[in-house]
């Protein structure tokens, strides 16, 4: 465990104190693209915040070689090798398309390729296991179609989530911590060497995640870009990958004995592989499938751009941009460790799962909570914040009447107008036009 954290710590260490030079570098080759209508953001931001993380997974790739444990996972597999050859493919795609904005076919080839040259090096899925039925091998035809298929969905589940500061960096973070708990446990609690290449590939990627968040939290002052985002997503999918189909069944020895229900409780740690990953395509996913479904509705096309993701309603409804990105942290940990727990207190199931229903209605509470706006009594108006109070219209009214017309607030700009954002207009910037014509 000792030698996992300390992976984790250089490679966040080195991910954050690259990320501040190559933020001067993206500002200095370009790459700070114009605010779009449906953008967030208020002023342009410099992407390419990838060339950090894929240097950090460098960086600790390079340290787990030399440490005392460690390293006999990249003297008994290959997986650590194929993860960086595809990490560098897709990186480097990530990166054109951060500068020149790349065709979106182009980098579907280019993910689908990076998903090919980890199967060639031995990364991929050699059996699936099926509730009810048990193992089932795959030809070499079966497996690389769904390992690519596997890449591909991660990476681009990844890319559609990152809509917020700092909300991929921080979910992928949250799937990659409950990962690496399954993983470890399978790793040392049942002494399987198979599952080390993904215990590690998941502290690195917490490294990742962790090392970049300061720098994109809200407000953010450098965006990963497709070179993180694609990057991220790839590790993610290459951890499930090395856990699917590199475990034994029998080398977990497990009370496959009794009734069909008993025997699908057992068989869980084995299929918690391929539940893991839906934990972070889950959001995305419903968010892909409401988008398709609305702006076909609307007669558009299903890939036009629009305002309608989860993020934008969740502003929309009242809540800041941080406390959206903290609700979304909450549904992504309630799936995430929900589906570990699940795994781990299986006869106790019930428990569990009577657990996750609280949590969802606590989470379902804050989701509409800006819909409901308490007063406190007149009584005691006094001990709670301004927001909570009542003031009568007349005050308002008068309030409004007696400031002078040179000091109230601006005009809104339209949105889209000086960097406005996606929600509304930035009415705490003056129209440009109106500034210089008064010069």
Known sequence: MREYLLTLCITAAVTYLLTGPVRKFAIVAGAMPEIR??????????????????????????????????D????SSNEPRALLSGAALIWLIGVLDDKFEIDALIKLGGQMIAAGVMVMQGLTILWLPIPGVGTVGLTQWQGTLL???????????????????????GMVCIAAAAFFLYAYRIWYGYGIEAAAPA??????????????????????????????SMLIGLVLAAGAISMTGQIDPDALKLNLGGSTRDTTHAMLPVFIPLVMPLTI??????????????RTWNGQSPFAADRGHLHHRLLEIGHSHSRAVLIMYFWSALIAFGAVA????????????????ALSFVGLVLLLLPRFTPHAPRWAQHLVPPRYRRRAATEEAAEAHETPEDEQEPAPVPAGVNGATAIGARSRFTDRRKAESSR
């Open 199 to 228: 215990t590690l590939f998941a502290a690195i990627l917490m490294g990742m995640c962790l090392g970049f968040l300061p720098h994109n939290i809200h407000p953010a002052r450098i965006f990963m870009g497709d070179s993180g």
């Open 72 to 75: 006999k996972v990249f003297d």
């Open 37 to 70: 209508a449906r953008d967030v953001h208020r002023e342009p931001t410099p992407r390419l915040g990838g060339i950090a993380m894929f240097f950090g997974l460098c960086a600790g790739l390079l340290v787990a070689d030399h440490l005392t444990n460690l």
């Open 147 to 169: 390992t690519v298929a596997l890449v591909v969905i991660t990476i681009n589940a990844v890319n559609f989530v990152d809509g917020l500061d700092g909300l991929a960096a």
């Open 342 to 357: 699940y795994s781990v207190h299986s006869a106790s199931g019930m428990w569990v799962v009577l657990t996750i229903v």
């Open 281 to 294: 395509i889950a959001i995305p996913f419903a968010d892909l499938v409401l988008a398709i479904v609305r």
